[in-house]
């Protein structure tokens, strides 16, 4: 019989720690975590995105969910290849078809534990998404909307801007005003939809204290 499948999603403003815990969670409760792949695209296709590039990202995040989901089930590591011509296809809402490869992101399935395929840790989904797109642009694709409603979770993490900024090259907004600006309109979004949701804050041991309390409630 096959074990139900739990999704967590860790979301929330630039440098507040995002896929730091869901690699210690990952690690802590012995599963996957997906990553973010909007970050692999940028990286590849430079960061003078536009509101299309946008549309990309959602679909190829949702077509890379979709295999870690596959793969977690299946109780296998998952190492997907986040290369963006492996997601890039358009996504259908059925199984992916991304390979699995060796990857730095991966969880060990080695030991065995009460929790083992039944948790899957996502760092982005469709309200990063959203958000992005009405901050930048002033408006959102439609078919990100459409997932929005459709896909659903079983808890969100929702991180803090109170960790210091830290710089990549990949990251725009580094002054306080609008970490907080973006943190209150995810704050707003989910503080008016169904699945349950926890503010992470403090410091790193902290966060994940908190983030660990809120997934034992829901298990």
């Given at each position: 019989m096959?074990?139900?499948?739990?999704?967590?999603?860790?979301?929330?403003?630039?440098?507040?720690?995002?896929?730091?815990?869901?690699s210690?969670?990952?690690?802590?409760?012995?599963?996957?975590?997906?990553?973010?792949?909007?970050?692999?695209?940028?990286?590849?296709?430079?960061?003078?995105?536009?509101?299309?590039?946008?549309?990309?990202i959602a679909?190829?995040?949702?077509?890379?969910?979709?295999?870690?989901?596959?793969?977690?089930?299946?109780?296998?590591?998952?190492?997907?290849?986040?290369?963006?011509?492996?997601?890039?296809?358009?996504?259908?809402?059925?199984?992916?078809?991304?390979?699995?490869?060796?990857?730095?992101?991966?969880?060990?399935?080695?030991?065995?534990?009460?929790?083992?395929?039944?948790?899957?840790?996502?760092?982005?989904?469709?309200?990063?998404?959203?958000?992005?797109?009405?901050?930048?642009?002033?408006?959102?694709?439609?078919?990100?909307?459409?997932?929005?409603?459709?896909?659903?979770?079983?808890?969100?993490?929702?991180?803090k801007?109170?960790?210091?900024?830290?710089?990549?090259?990949?990251?725009e907004?580094?002054?306080?005003?609008?970490?907080?600006?973006?943190?209150?309109?995810?704050?707003?979004?989910?503080?008016?939809?169904?699945?349950?949701w926890?503010?992470?804050?403090?410091?790193?041991?902290?966060?994940?204290?908190?983030?660990?309390?809120?997934?034992?409630?829901?298990?």
């Open positions: 096959q074990l139900s499948l739990k999704k967590i999603v860790i979301l929330g403003p630039e440098s507040t720690g995002k896929s730091t815990l869901c210690q969670l990952a690690s802590h409760y012995n599963t996957n975590w997906c990553p973010e792949y909007a970050r692999e695209y940028l990286l590849q296709h430079g960061t003078d995105y536009s509101f299309d590039d946008l549309l990309t679909k190829g995040q949702l077509a890379l969910e979709e295999a870690y989901v596959s793969s977690t089930v299946d109780r296998r590591p998952s190492t997907v290849d986040l290369q963006p011509s492996t997601v890039d296809q358009p996504f259908s809402g059925k199984e992916s078809q991304l390979s699995v490869s060796d990857h730095e992101q991966s969880a060990t399935f080695g030991r065995r534990s009460a929790v083992d395929g039944r948790l899957l840790f996502i760092d982005t989904d469709m309200y990063v998404m959203k958000v992005w797109c009405e901050f930048v642009f002033g408006q959102c694709h439609s078919f990100i909307l459409d997932q929005v409603v459709e896909r659903k979770y079983d808890l969100y993490l929702l991180c801007p109170d960790l210091p900024w830290v710089k990549d090259e990949l990251r907004y580094p002054d306080l005003v609008n970490r907080e600006k973006l943190f209150h309109m995810y704050k707003d979004l989910l503080m008016n939809q169904p699945t349950p926890v503010e992470i804050s403090g410091g790193y041991d902290q966060r994940l204290a908190k983030a660990i309390s809120a997934v034992d409630a829901i298990l």
